[in-house]
T-cell receptor, first 112, second 111 residues
Framework: NAGVTQTPKFQVLKTGQSMTLQCAQD?????MSWYRQDPGMGLRLIHYSVGAGITDQGEVPNGYNVSRSTTEDFPLRLLSAAPSQTSVYFC???????????FGPGTRLTVL | DAKTTQPPSMDCAEGRAANLPCNHSTISGNEYVYWYRQIHSQGPQYIIH???NNETNEMASLIITEDRKSSTLILPHATLRDTAVYYCIVRGGGSNYKLTFGKGTLLTVNP
């Protein structure tokens, strides 16, 4: 298994641009989530999904959209990038049986 | 979910046991204690979790006090590769999978 994969690893955007961060998992996990981590801070939950077709907001959802059309994929869309969205973004999925949350390697986003 | 308190940093000598404390005095009866770690710039890695009994796996041991208001993560023989930020997280059971991360403890293992 590849686990949780994220693309791209690095991205630089200009203010106002839009883009989609990709996240995929091959473990057939129902629950997936997106976090952001700012320098010196812990992770904060952006959006999460408990299964295909079901999404909900986390702690800091503003400026981000998600959808979950398949079990494997959970993309995060930035509608109009702002410098405040400069951060490292982590995607995660969870094994319901073991309650273990697996994290991807992260996407480092800079908005100029 | 209950809030946790951890020291911001700790040091440990290589080969010695690392004992990382966590206070969670407002924990409720159905909330689990989870430990994750984050090695520089990588995604967090699950270590261990428990409800009220002590737990051990290949990575670490988790000691939870009888009143469940605090816990200690023990890395029995710390190596340089264990240098990381360690997060103690309390969350509800069932389908509530949300994890609330604080600032964690930066453990530095010294040669």
């Amino acid at each position: 298994n590849a686990g949780v994969t994220q693309t791209p690893k690095f991205q630089v955007l200009k203010t106002g641009q839009s883009m989609t961060l990709q996240c995929a998992q091959d473990m057939n996990h129902e629950y997936m989530s997106w976090y952001r981590q700012d320098p010196g801070m812990g992770l904060r939950l952006i959006h999460y999904s408990v299964g295909a077709g079901i999404t909900d907001q986390g702690e800091v959802p503003n400026g981000y959209n998600v959808s979950r059309s398949t079990t494997e994929d959970f993309p995060l869309r930035l509608l109009s990038a702002a410098p405040s969205q400069t951060s490292v973004y982590f995607c995660a999925s969870i094994s319901g049986a073991g309650d273990t949350q697996y994290f991807g390697p992260g996407t480092r986003l800079t908005v100029l | 979910d209950a809030k946790t308190t951890q020291p911001p940093s700790m040091d440990c000598a290589e080969g010695r046991a690392a004992n990382l404390p966590c206070n969670h005095s407002t924990i409720s009866g159905n909330e689990y204690v989870y430990w994750y770690r984050q090695i520089h710039s990588q995604g967090p890695q699950y270590i261990i979790h428990g409800l009220k009994n002590n737990e051990t796996n290949e990575m670490a041991s988790l000691i939870i006090t009888e009143d469940r208001k605090s816990s200690t993560l023990i890395l029995p023989h710390a190596t340089l590769r264990d240098t990381a930020v360690y997060y103690c997280i309390v969350r509800g059971g069932g389908s509530n999978y949300k994890l609330t991360f604080g600032k964690g403890t930066l453990l530095t293992v010294n040669p």
